[in-house]
Nanobody, 119 residues
Framework: QVQLAESGGGLVQAGGSLRLSCAASGRSFSSYTMGWFRQNLGKEREFVAEISWPGRNPAYTDSVKGRFTISRDNAKNTVYLQMNSLKPEDTAVYYC????????????WGQGTQVTVSS
């Protein structure tokens, strides 16, 4: 089992920045690809970014490329999402997720943290 806990959400004006953190506990953190998803009211949860254990070749959804950066600190069992140049359409509940590196299913989820971007 992997337990995930997000923090760092809040209210920010358009153009501002926030950094989300996700602390993981449980099984070996380095065996898991870590990701961020988001969900707004009435919409499906969408993929935002993911990063593998070595931290190479992170992947992003097109709408956040060049603005968001995912990173991880394996010594601290923590994954981050640095969000810059925020837009009102980035408003959502952001979820941290984990999947075993050899599998495709995201089996572990955090409780979510609210990000609100005002115009």
């Amino acid at each position: 089992q992997v337990q995930l806990a997000e923090s760092g959400g809040g209210l920010v004006q358009a153009g501002g920045s926030l950094r989300l953190s996700c602390a993981a506990s449980g099984r070996s953190f380095s065996s898991y690809t870590m990701g961020w998803f988001r969900q707004n009211l009435g919409k499906e949860r969408e993929f935002v970014a993911e990063i593998s254990w070595p931290g190479r070749n992170p992947a992003y959804t097109d709408s956040v490329k060049g603005r968001f950066t995912i990173s991880r600190d394996n010594a601290k069992n923590t994954v981050y999402l640095q969000m810059n140049s925020l837009k009102p359409e980035d408003t959502a509940v952001y979820y941290c997720a984990a999947r075993y590196f050899a599998l495709n299913d995201w089996n572990y989820w955090g409780q979510g943290t609210q990000v609100t971007v005002s115009s």
